[in-house]
């Protein structure tokens, strides 16, 4: 009989299709996956088609073409002061997901830890469970979801390998204050744990909220690989552009995972990503304002229908308790909404590996305001009539 690695085996389809396809069934509006319904600047676009006619259309340089890799590191010193030489301390993915799998790869080994935080993005952990490496979970408990320098100094220490980290928090919502990472960084000092950082929502956080790679902590740097994503800059989720930025040390390594994963990524892509780092920073601004007004229609609906509505700091999602509407656990609570409600949420469950804390849903609001007053409407009529 054929023996597949039991960790995909193993694994059900990911939550984000689950919802999808079940909403779909039923009509049901998505707040669930995380996808804008709203593309992105059309010069990315212009500029990225007209490469496709004209070419190039052969395999670009493995690490990515120098155009990009120059405007990622432009980005990184426009926004954070912070330097990444473009010649050997950028390598371009195909999207966050593989810049993660990248990552993972060149820091995981079978037998050493690694750390990663609950609740955690999808498509970390199988990753890491791949290489054979003993994970260490830190749980974010809500309704704080805050990161403690108890629970960090139990996961963490001289056996670390790697610490994973996402900041603005997918599905939490949350943007790590400046105490949260200097605690983190207090931890890792003397280890030698690198930090991966996954920062995919760095342009969208709230409330004037700033938005604090852990690479600019004094010392960190020379620790950290940094993840951005083209897709959620510029709204367009399809593309799957992203990259690394980190010490050359690491992201050499990183460059050889990327190698064999695979190996480039559409030149067409990257030169319209370019173009959009360059001329298009004002998307992502605009963009941030009008999911801030979505979160607050969301969260004032939601209070009023009954939900336990956590902060939202940034990112595309809002995370509320549902205690106070059933005795359901959130899987069921979902399900049960997208086939008699017509609003499809994301299980807080999902994140988390054992399965608790269970009476949580995710909200997406990258989505028309209208979707959201409509998604609202329907939640209203059935939860609170
Ligand atoms: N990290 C997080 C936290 C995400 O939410 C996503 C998005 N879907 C990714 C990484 C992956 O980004 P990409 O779509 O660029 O692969
Ligand atoms: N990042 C998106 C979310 O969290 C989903 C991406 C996917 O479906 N893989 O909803």
Not at 51 to 78: C, E, I, M
Not at 144 to 161: F, N, S, V, Y
Not at 317 to 334: H, M, P, R, S, V
């Amino acid at each position: 009989m054929f023996r597949p690695n039991p960790v995909f085996a193993g694994l059900p389809t990911s939550i984000f299709q689950h919802m999808t396809f079940l909403a779909l069934d039923h009509d049901a509006l998505n707040l669930g996956q995380g996808f804008p319904d709203e593309d992105g600047p059309v010069g990315l676009r212009e500029v990225a088609a007209k490469a496709l006619v004209d070419g190039p259309n052969q395999y670009p340089p493995s690490k990515g073409l120098t155009v990009l890799r120059q405007a990622v590191s432009a980005h990184a010193r426009h926004f954070y002061n912070l330097e990444y030489d473009p010649e050997d301390e950028v390598v371009i993915t195909s999207g966050g997901t593989e810049a993660l799998g990248a990552a993972i790869l060149a820091t995981a080994s079978a037998g050493e830890e690694f750390v990663l935080v609950e609740p955690t993005y999808d498509s970390y952990r199988p990753i890491v469970q791949s290489t054979g490496a003993v994970i260490r979970t830190v749980k974010l408990a809500p309704p704080e979801l805050k990161l403690t320098e108890q629970a960090l100094r139990a996961a963490i220490g001289p056996r670390t390998r790697a610490v994973l980290i996402n900041s603005p928090h997918n599905p939490a919502g949350r943007v790590f204050t400046r105490a949260e990472l200097e605690t983190l960084a207090k931890v890792v000092d003397g280890t030698d744990a690198v930090v991966i950082c996954d920062e995919v929502y760095e342009h969208l956080t709230y409330d004037g909220r700033p938005h604090i790679p852990f690479a600019t902590l004094p010392g960190m740097r020379q620790r950290t690989l940094k993840i951005g994503s083209a897709g959620k800059i510029f709204s367009m989720t399809g593309w799957k552009v992203g990259w690394v930025a980190g010490p050359r040390e690491l992201v050499s390594v990183v460059t050889k995972a990327h190698q064999f994963l695979t190996f480039t990524t559409p030149p067409a892509l990257q030169l319209g990503v370019a173009h959009g780092l360059a001329h298009a920073m004002d998307f992502p601004q605009a963009l941030t304002a009008r999911l801030q007004a979505n979160r607050d229609i969301l969260t004032a609906a939601l209070t009023r229908i009954g939900f336990q509505v956590l902060p939202c700091e940034g990112t595309y999602f809002l995370t509320a308790g549902i205690a106070g509407l059933t005795n359901e656990k959130d899987f069921a609570f979902c399900e049960r909404l997208i086939r008699e409600a017509g609003v499809a949420l994301i299980p807080l469950s999902a994140f988390y590996a054992d399965g608790t804390p269970d009476a949580y849903v995710r909200f997406a609001f990258c989505k028309k305001q209208a979707v959201i007053e409509e998604a609202v409407a329907r939640l209203e009529r059935y939860l609170a009539p």
